[in-house]
């Protein structure tokens, strides 16, 4: 089992930035896996945010963070971020980390474990 913790989350204004991270621990950090970052919004379905390779070489960005957020990763602490910048109130949801190995990057179903989420809230 993998243990994904996700913190950062907070309260923001519109135009203000967070930085997300995913800490994972368990049974092995399994460095080769995708880690991606997804949000859900009251009422809303989970949607896609980014991911990045297990080396940081390739990252996948949904098109309405695009030029917005950075994902990046340090394997070396076991930890991937999500740098979120000119934050909209539209971006408000539970934004959860997830890892996986399977070939699909922008759906859920391409990940083996999730984190319980933390909250981000941006006020206009």
């Known amino acids: 089992q993998v243990q994904l913790v996700e913190s950062g989350g907070g309260l923001v204004q519109a135009g203000g930035s967070l930085r997300l991270s995913c800490a994972a621990s368990?049974?092995?950090?399994?460095?080769?896996?995708?880690m991606g970052w997804f949000r859900q919004a009251p009422g809303k379905e989970r949607e896609f945010v980014a991911a990045?390779?297990?080396?940081?070489?390739?990252?996948y960005y949904a098109d309405f963070v695009k030029g917005r957020f950075t994902i990046s990763r340090d394997n070396n602490k076991n930890t991937v971020y999500l740098q979120m910048n000119s934050l909209k109130p539209e971006d408000t949801a539970v934004y959860y980390c997830?890892?996986?190995?399977?070939?699909?990057?922008?759906?859920?179903?391409?990940?083996?474990?999730w984190g319980q989420g933390t909250q981000v809230t941006v006020s206009s």
């Open positions: 997830a890892q996986g190995d399977r070939p699909v990057v922008r759906d859920g179903a391409g990940y083996n474990y």
């Open positions: 368990g049974r092995t950090f399994v460095g080769w896996n995708r």
């Open positions: 990045i390779s297990w080396s940081g070489g390739s990252t």
